[in-house]
């Protein structure tokens, strides 16, 4: 396969930051390590993420970038958020409808000669069809969400329309398109007739770490997202909390405003024996260090629209990879996962369910302990980035050997 690399540059587009993009950053490790040339184009517009931009960054000093810088923090972004937001204001374009930086990526992309563009989120993905088109190269995408339906399940939502035309005008294009769950990967293949590889996205083997049998400390419980905010399942852990009477510490990691922390905290009644503890975002490499603390990970996605319960977010397969028990709300993809799974945790319902299992776990302490080191080992063997990540560089090798 050396021979197919030799040379080769492949360039990833996303709208967004790539610190708030693990995947693509783990398929640009992939690809670098495989030996291609990596290229990736994307834009800034959080303040507090650029730092963390530049950490990934200097870590990889091989890969060459593009970035736009539009958060209005200094003159050359102001002039950019303002010129972005008129654009997208003014135009019918369905292009820059979906990604208001369209224009300033695709003149890159077009501009950046490649062997492959491959698309991460919606925004990159008409960027990536028409800059192939444009050099006569091959263009793929990774759908790490059902897109059409990530918003809302109504097809007369605006945001929906938007995304179904996107996806039905570029989809069609591509060369090759992988998914991030299985049941994603049913959606798409339903929709377009076509192969659709599944790369689930977990996380590359941790250092073997003595996994914490708490005895008798009060549970360590943990959530993580880049935003602690409502409709993310977190009210129904703190009822759940709240039934259970159980003594806990419960840590969030995220952003977060102080008025939410403050709904969260009256959330939980007066007599109760939960202590919450706020923290930063980290670098996603210090996730694991942080995570592998504590005893229990929550999923807790609501199942609001189709994607939200299709999908399988970073949190769970991050818990797993750190030796967590997982508990996880009883959305399709998440009830799919932990079925699959069962040794390494148990699905809710309601708050009334999930204060039984708190319960159960809080109580029969060497299950607990027996479960945490089962979703270590399934990490370690079974559902890792170094198994996920074979058959996406699979793809782009047979895509590339077909050029």
Known sequence: MAAIQAGKTVCLITPGHIASNPRLVKEAVALSKAGYKVHIIFTQYV??????????????????????NWTG???????????????????????????????????????????LYIAHNLGALPIAVIAAKKNKVKCGFDAEDFHRNEVSDNAGDPDVILKTAIEEKYIPQLDYMTASSPQITEQYAALFNREITTV????????????????????????????????????????????????SDVHLLGFSTDEYKNQLVNLLKPSSKCTLHFHKPVYSEDLFNISKQF?????????????????????????????L???????????????????????????????DILLKYNNDRLMLY?????????????????????????????????I
Request: net charge neutral; proline share 3%.
């Open 47 to 68: 303040p507090y993420l650029i730092d963390h931009d530049q950490h990934i960054l200097d870590q990889n000093p091989g890969w060459s970038y593009d970035t736009l």
């Open 325 to 355: 028990a997982v508990i996880t709300s009883n959305t399709t993809a998440q009830s799919a996962f932990i079925n699959q799974y069962p040794q390494i945790g148990r699905i809710y319902n309601n708050a009334e369910e999930l204060a």
């Open 200 to 247: 689930i996205n977990a996380f590359p083997k941790t250092d073997a770490h003595e996994i914490i049998n708490n005895t008798h400390q009060p549970l360590q419980l943990f959530w993580f997202s880049q935003t602690i905010g409502p409709n993310r399942g977190l009210e129904t852990i703190m009822e759940g909390i709240n039934i259970s009477n159980i003594e």
């Open 73 to 115: 923090y200094n003159l050359p972004s102001k002039i950019s958020r303002l010129l972005s937001k008129l654009t997208h204001k003014l135009s019918n374009n369905i292009n820059i409808k979906i990604n208001r930086n369209y224009l300033w990526q695709l003149k890159k992309a077009i501009n950046h000669k490649t062997d």
């Open 370 to 402: 027996q479960t945490k080191q089962a979703a270590f080992k399934l990490g370690q063997t079974d559902l890792n980035w170094e198994k996920e990540s074979a058959k996406f560089i699979t793809c782009i090798n047979n895509v590339i050997q077909a």
């Open 295 to 323: 005893d229990i990970g929550f999923g807790s996605e609501t199942g609001f629209c189709l994607n939200n319960s299709i999908a399988l977010s970073n949190k769970v397969l991050t818990y797993v990879q750190s030796g």
